[in-house]
T-cell receptor
Framework: GAGVSQSPRYKVAKRGQDVALRCDPI?????LFWYQQALGQGPEFLTY????????KSGLPSDRFFAERPEGSVSTLKIQRTQQEDSAVYLC????????????FGSGTQLSVL | SQKIEQNSEALNIQEGKTATLTCNYT??????LQWYRQDPGRGPVFLLL?????KEKRKERLKVTFDTTLKQSLFHITASQPADSATYLC????????????FGTGTRLQVFP
């Protein structure tokens, strides 16, 4: 596609509910990143994929967070048993290759946990 | 701990003036530094990259400097316009084969007509 696409654009969840956030990267992009952005803050790294391999998940805040990219294109970030502190914008970014310097970001999914 | 600091207070300037934003970092020896623009409700958009062995980079009205001794980058927008109003983020990559880009907190720029 023309850019990185994320869905849903907005998600409201009750505390304890599971959510799944989707990212469609730019076609052919090898690298895919998930970032979490709290209000008024910069994006914080969550996890990184090179094709279908999850090479770095050091930023995932707890074992309630899980990401996958089974066919090396679309990725899903899943949050189980959501908590209020999970409320944030979740940004997905892709890049052409593993050492490609420029990231292309989607518009994000704004998650609100009530 | 590793830190990237940007002015948390908004920068307000008049149209036509030069805006200067600061990015300071500690405990890093970055391979390169990037600047991104972020508009409300949108993801960051790449603007410029400057490498550790470069002092200055320009693109149209934008200029970035990189001082590895001071551990600081300055981002300049000359002849600023109201359309330049946005949040500007700096980001570092620690090495060329390190996967993740680490972002600062961002500085909000407001350009008044």
């Amino acid at each position: 596609g023309a850019g990185v696409s994320q869905s849903p654009r907005y998600k409201v969840a009750k505390r304890g509910q599971d959510v799944a956030l989707r990212c469609d990267p730019i076609s052919g992009h090898v690298s895919l990143f998930w970032y979490q952005q709290a209000l008024g803050q910069g994006p914080e790294f969550l996890t990184y994929f090179q094709n279908e391999a999850q090479l770095d998940k050091s930023g995932l805040p707890s074992d309630r967070f899980f990401a996958e990219r089974p066919e090396g294109s679309v990725s899903t970030l899943k949050i189980q048993r959501t908590q209020q502190e999970d409320s944030a914008v979740y940004l997905c970014a892709s890049a052409r290759g593993p050492f490609e310097e420029k990231l292309f970001f989607g518009s994000g999914t704004q998650l609100s946990v009530l | 701990s590793q830190k990237i600091e940007q002015n948390s207070e908004a920068l307000n300037i008049q149209e036509g003036k030069t805006a200067t934003l600061t990015c300071n970092y500690t405990n890093y020896s970055p391979a390169y530094l990037q600047w991104y623009r972020q508009d409300p409700g949108r993801g960051p958009v790449f603007l410029l990259l400057i490498r550790e062995n470069e002092k200055e980079k320009r693109k149209e009205r934008l200029k970035v400097t990189f001082d590895t001794t001071l551990k600081q980058s300055l981002f300049h927008i000359t002849a600023s316009q109201p359309a330049d109003s946005a949040t500007y983020l700096c980001a570092l990559k620690r090495s060329y084969n390190t996967d993740k880009l680490i972002f600062g907190t961002g500085t909000r720029l407001q350009v008044f007509p």
